[in-house]
């Protein structure tokens, strides 16, 4: 098996953590194991992400870069310096940040608090993800009644988001 | 210092305190690293004006202001971070009239709010750090995204952006080797047990520093109630060890030096403090020295170097200091004149 980091030297290093209560599994060749700072176990907390940007960075084409329209910070500075430069550089470069922070916290999706300042936008969004898990479950397990109410509120809660 | 009141109802025998903090940033604007002194000096004003519309009674102190050990001996304290005190451009401290609840405005993040309550009430600390995350929601707006959740200058801290510590003293489970494999036990849970006081790697006194690593897949309530739950069952684990432990002569004859060295001694360094006052401690929570335990936690961040400058109005040699915390200690735990 190749380094799922560098997909040059072999694999000798497994891990499987769990971060969010998510396994991720890691196979990397030594030296890349010992740049992302997995030769201490005991340290596993303590990614070091200015590495981790920067392997995905490496993997960037020549191509013009991008800047946030916010702080003018390129997903190379990122890289480099391990931190985005503003909060809407995790939105810019949302693709690019994805696969380092699923590397920290797994696929955990957000259920915390959501802010006032944040909007009933926020609100609505987070109610229609539960629905639409609610919904998936009722049509697997085949209640299809309790599924046509749950579509029913959902549809509910989108037109009411169109009519403003 | 109230929130290291001895309250044994709630845990105090082993856990000193609770701590939870927010990380919180505003949207559209850049990261304390990447503003200059005026732009956050501007965040400054704004937050401050907030927090006084609201009524809440709070005291500024621009961290500019301070001499650098008064700004560690703060950091010292566990008030403010070290990293706050390491630098002071644009920075300001805002601290709650009673203490319990410190804000630091353009550390890592543009606000960070910390809410201290004394031996094992995370809940109530978080409750207090809420109303001031309250206060400011509305006339700010966070940096959020319904996906990542609040979002934070270090991914770690990505989601709720909630940090829940407690303090706990471990003479016990140091003693018979036990707190080694806590380290990997609560590490497979999403939390970490590091030293409470200086680089966190070392260890002083027996105090170590349990919180969450997770903060985003669960919520804040959550986070709270699991580091609860842990802390309590670390708790309940020392407490079983210490009374075994206590019945060794041994030990007791160590406390016992401990107390006679305390009370006497003329000059007391700064390695020695920490493990002469845990002793102290493990002797006075189980009824062997006749001292206050809220004071022993107290002296154990209050005799720290900068905190002694403090008290002296300036920079002391080390011996001066060794000193001044020798007579403190005879002052404060055995009423010595």
């Given at each position: 098996m190749l380094c799922q980091n560098c997909q040059t030297k072999d694999a000798a290093v497994h891990l499987k953590q769990i971060i969010n209560g998510e396994a991720i599994e890691l196979h990397l060749c030594p030296d890349c194991a010992a740049a992302m700072g997995y030769s201490d176990m005991l340290g596993i907390f303590q990614l070091p992400f200015g590495r981790i940007f920067g392997a995905a960075a490496g993997k960037q084409s020549a191509?013009?870069?991008?800047?946030?329209?916010?702080?003018?910070?390129?997903?190379?500075?990122?890289?480099?310096?391990?931190?985005?430069?503003?909060?809407?550089?995790?939105?810019?470069?949302?693709?690019?940040?994805?696969p380092s922070i699923r590397k920290i916290h797994g696929r955990a999706v957000y259920t915390g608090k959501i802010p006032e300042s944040a909007g009933k936008g926020a609100q609505n969004e987070?109610?229609?993800?539960?629905?639409?898990?609610?919904?998936?479950?009722?049509?697997?397990?085949?209640?299809?009644?309790?599924?046509?109410?749950?579509?029913?509120e959902i549809k509910d809660i989108v037109g009411k988001e169109t009519n403003g | 210092m109230y929130m290291l009141s001895f309250m044994p109802e709630y845990h105090g025998d082993v856990i000193l305190s609770s701590a939870v903090r927010l990380s919180r940033n505003i949207d559209k604007i850049p990261f304390p690293v990447r503003l200059s002194v005026p732009e956050r000096d501007a965040i400054n004003k704004k937050v401050y004006s907030v927090l006084c519309d609201a009524g809440l009674p709070v005291k500024a102190t621009d961290m500019s202001k301070l001499y650098p050990y008064e700004a560690i001996a703060l950091a010292e304290r566990g008030i403010i971070s070290p990293e706050f005190a390491s630098s002071s451009g644009g920075r300001m401290l805002i601290s709650s009239e009673d203490g319990c609840v410190s804000i630091m405005l353009n550390e890592d993040d543009h606000i960070r709010i910390t809410a201290f309550?004394?031996?094992?009430?995370?809940?109530?600390?978080?409750?207090?750090?809420?109303?001031?995350?309250?206060?400011?929601?509305?006339?700010?707006?966070?940096?959020?995204?319904?996906?990542?959740?609040?979002?934070?200058?270090?991914?770690?801290n990505l989601g709720t952006g909630v940090k829940v510590s407690a303090v706990l003293h471990l003479p016990a489970l140091t003693r018979n080797?036990?707190?080694?494999?806590?380290?990997s036990t609560v590490s497979k849970l999403g939390m970490s047990i590091r030293g409470a006081f200086g680089d966190s790697l070392s260890v002083r006194g027996d105090m170590y520093r349990l919180s969450n690593n997770i903060t985003l897949g669960i919520d804040e309530k959550t986070a709270v109630s699991n580091l609860k739950s842990m802390a309590l069952q670390i708790a309940t684990k020392e407490h079983a060890c210490a009374e075994e432990l206590i019945k060794d002569i041994g030990m007791r004859d160590k406390i016992n030096r401990a107390q006679g060295l305390l009370s006497t001694a003329m000059l007391v360094d700064n390695d020695e403090m920490p493990e002469m006052l845990s002793l102290l401690r493990l002797g006075a929570v189980y009824g062997l020295c006749p001292v206050d335990v809220g004071t022993v936690n107290e002296l154990m961040y209050t005799l720290q170097p900068a905190c002694l400058n403090c008290v002296a109005g300036g920079r002391l040699s080390t011996r001066d200091r060794d000193e001044l915390r020798a007579k403190i200690i005879r002052k404060k735990l055995f009423g010595a004149e």
């Open positions: 191509a013009p870069e991008q800047h946030c329209p916010t702080c003018g910070f390129t997903f190379s500075d990122i890289s480099h310096s391990g931190r985005p430069g503003c909060p809407d550089c995790y939105r810019f470069f949302a693709d690019k940040l994805a987070r109610r229609l993800r539960e629905l639409k898990s609610q919904m998936d479950d009722a049509v697997r397990q085949q209640d299809f009644e309790r599924a046509a109410f749950l579509r029913d | 309550s004394p031996s094992l009430q995370p809940e109530k600390a978080y409750e207090s750090a809420e109303t001031y995350e309250n206060a400011l929601d509305g006339k700010l707006r966070f940096a959020f995204d319904p996906e990542l959740g609040f979002l934070t200058q270090n991914p770690k080797g036990t707190v080694s494999s806590l380290i």
